[in-house]
């Protein structure tokens, strides 16, 4: 069994994204006797790469490759998949993924299991993914050569296993592909803009806060802490604080080094956004909340007793 994994570059680095599907290959390659290898199209993340535990980084070396295009992106990763005769291609659910691997899908005839949450190797390639907003999990089986994308935060970046990797650089054909597809200016979040996926704590308030005069009281914590400020969607939907801010599956999905939800009850809507984290610290006076289920440290008490003296221990420790 051959799982090829693309990586992504973004910025200067590897897309996290990459890494935490490269973790996902890794756990589901040692339930299938399988070996994985990492295809990328810049040179730049080569190096990056040898240290993983792989068999093999793949360069694909093209100047039609230096900017995103769909068909040349398509394009290249078949000729790759042919000289590897690779049995799955594993990539991270970013949007560039989402533009360019339904197209792969189709030119290679071969199933397409998008936006995986994880994958069961124990019985032959499964693909697990969430409908109705989280609620269910759905597996997904088939047989021949199979794409899958993991959604973020379905594996955690800092399980990848480290090693040793060999290097080599592919040439490829793409004289043939039209330029017909040009890419247009790379997207930019809007002023004020803010990705909650690099922070390493979030503080997340909820609907227990009662209205939007006590946000400060979360803001206060969250300055405390040095974290970034989230939120459940109700209080987004009340206007309390904007979209930017909502986690979860019509939000972010965001994996910190800690997470404390604030007044949360933690649907599972909730839940697919911020489960992944490190350690989860829940505050809510009701202790059948489901966000005790998945927390590591619960305090069942009045957030409005608790967030003051909790700020005030933080400042007085740093001081």
């Given at each position: 069994?051959?799982?090829?994994?693309?990586?992504?570059?973004?910025?200067?680095?590897?897309?996290?994204?990459?890494?935490?599907?490269?973790?996902?290959?890794?756990?589901?390659?040692?339930?299938?006797?399988?070996?994985?290898?990492?295809?990328?199209?810049?040179?730049?993340?080569?190096?990056?790469?040898?240290?993983?535990?792989?068999?093999?980084?793949?360069?694909?070396?093209?100047?039609?490759?230096?900017?995103?295009?769909?068909?040349?992106?398509?394009?290249?990763?078949?000729?790759?998949?042919?000289?590897?005769?690779?049995?799955?291609?594993?990539?991270?659910?970013?949007?560039?993924?989402?533009?360019?691997?339904?197209?792969?899908?189709?030119?290679?005839?071969?199933?397409?299991?998008?936006?995986?949450?994880?994958?069961?190797?124990?019985?032959?390639?499964t693909g697990i993914?969430?409908?109705?907003?989280?609620?269910?999990?759905?597996?997904?089986?088939?047989?021949g050569l199979v794409?899958?994308?993991?959604?973020?935060?379905?594996?955690?970046?800092?399980?990848?296993?480290?090693?040793?990797?060999?290097?080599?650089?592919?040439?490829?054909?793409?004289?043939?592909?039209?330029?017909?597809?040009?890419?247009?200016?790379?997207?930019?979040?809007?002023?004020?803009?803010?990705?909650?996926?690099?922070?390493?704590?979030?503080?997340?308030?909820?609907?227990?806060?009662?209205?939007?005069?006590?946000?400060?009281?979360?803001?206060?914590?969250?300055?405390?802490?040095?974290a970034e400020l989230?939120?459940?969607?109700?209080?987004?939907?009340?206007?309390?604080?904007?979209?930017?801010?909502?986690?979860?599956?019509?939000?972010?999905?965001?994996?910190?080094?800690?997470?404390?939800?604030?007044?949360?009850?933690?649907?599972?809507?909730?839940?697919?956004?911020?489960?992944?984290?490190?350690?989860?610290?829940?505050?809510?006076?009701?202790?059948?909340?489901?966000?005790?289920?998945?927390?590591?440290?619960?305090?069942?008490?009045?957030?409005?007793?608790?967030?003051?003296?909790?700020?005030?221990?933080?400042?007085?420790?740093?001081?």
């Amino acid at each position: 069994m051959k799982i090829l994994v693309y990586i992504q570059r973004d910025g200067d680095s590897i897309g996290r994204n990459s890494i935490e599907a490269l973790a996902g290959a890794q756990k589901f390659a040692a339930e299938l006797s399988g070996e994985v290898m990492a295809v990328c199209l810049d040179s730049s993340l080569t190096e990056k790469l040898t240290g993983y535990n792989i068999s093999e980084v793949i360069t694909v070396s093209h100047d039609g490759l230096n900017t995103y295009s769909p068909l040349h992106f398509t394009a290249a990763m078949e000729q790759v998949i042919a000289d590897v005769s690779a049995n799955v291609v594993v990539f991270g659910h970013t949007y560039q993924v989402r533009d360019w691997a339904p197209r792969l899908s189709a030119r290679l005839n071969a199933p397409f299991i998008s936006d995986c949450v994880d994958a069961d190797g124990s019985t032959g390639l499964t693909g697990i993914r969430q409908v109705y907003q989280g609620k269910i999990n759905t597996n997904i089986s088939a047989e021949g050569l199979v794409l899958m994308s993991f959604q973020s935060g379905a594996f955690r970046a800092d399980s990848v296993e480290t090693g040793s990797a060999a290097a080599r650089t592919m040439d490829v054909d793409l004289s043939s592909v039209p330029a017909t597809i040009r890419p247009g200016e790379r997207f930019k979040e809007s002023k004020g803009g803010v990705d909650l996926t690099r922070a390493e704590v979030v503080v997340s308030v909820g609907r227990g806060i009662g209205k939007e005069e006590n946000i400060p009281l979360v803001k206060d914590l969250k300055e405390s802490l040095g974290a970034e400020l989230g939120s459940s969607r109700p209080v987004v939907d009340y206007g309390w604080l904007p979209h930017e801010r909502q986690i979860g599956s019509s939000g972010q999905v965001v994996t910190p080094k800690m997470y404390l939800a604030v007044g949360i009850s933690g649907a599972i809507q909730h839940q697919v956004g911020m489960k992944g984290s490190d350690n989860i610290v829940a505050i809510n006076k009701d202790p059948n909340a489901p966000i005790f289920e998945i927390a590591d440290y619960g305090v069942v008490a009045d957030l409005f007793e608790i967030l003051p003296k909790l700020s005030q221990s933080i400042k007085d420790y740093k001081s």
